[in-house]
């Protein structure tokens, strides 16, 4: 049966802004937030525990990764592995941006420079 995991730890900040001690608003233009002053829409509440279910296999991974990076908790693990998951598949979509630009311009480069070969050796003397 999966066991349930509760943040009963304080909050050690904000997920949203990353400034610790800002429970309760977020970032300003969160899509979570009114946009101007960064405080949460009034359907939201400020301070409240978190809890998630994970299967035993999964608990004792977020255990084990707790104890291994000192996080105060498990939410802090999971909040970890979110953002990094973020970071590495915003860096993967820049990538292929850039393969796909590269890509483009390999044809019209190769021809250019064909083009341009010529004045390589130009105003030296064959000696």
Do not use: C, W
């Not at 977020?62 to 592995?81: D, P, T, W």
């Not at 941006?97 to 311009?105: D, E, N, P, Y």
């Amino acid at each position: 049966m999966p066991e349930e995991v509760a943040d009963n730890a304080p909050d050690e900040g904000d997920v949203f802004s990353g400034n610790p001690g800002t429970a309760g608003t977020a970032a300003p233009g969160s899509p979570l937030t009114d946009g101007e002053t960064g405080e949460y829409d009034s359907g939201m509440k400020a301070n409240t525990k978190s809890s998630i279910t994970l299967p035993p296999e999964e608990l004792k991974l977020v255990v084990a990764l707790q104890k291994k990076l000192k996080a105060k908790s498990k939410v802090e693990v999971v909040r970890r592995g979110l953002r990094l998951l973020k970071e590495s598949t915003d860096r993967e979509s820049l990538r292929e941006a850039f393969r796909r630009a590269s890509l483009s311009t390999r044809a019209s480069l190769a021809s250019e420079l064909e083009e341009l070969d010529h004045l390589a050796s130009e105003g030296l003397d064959d000696r």
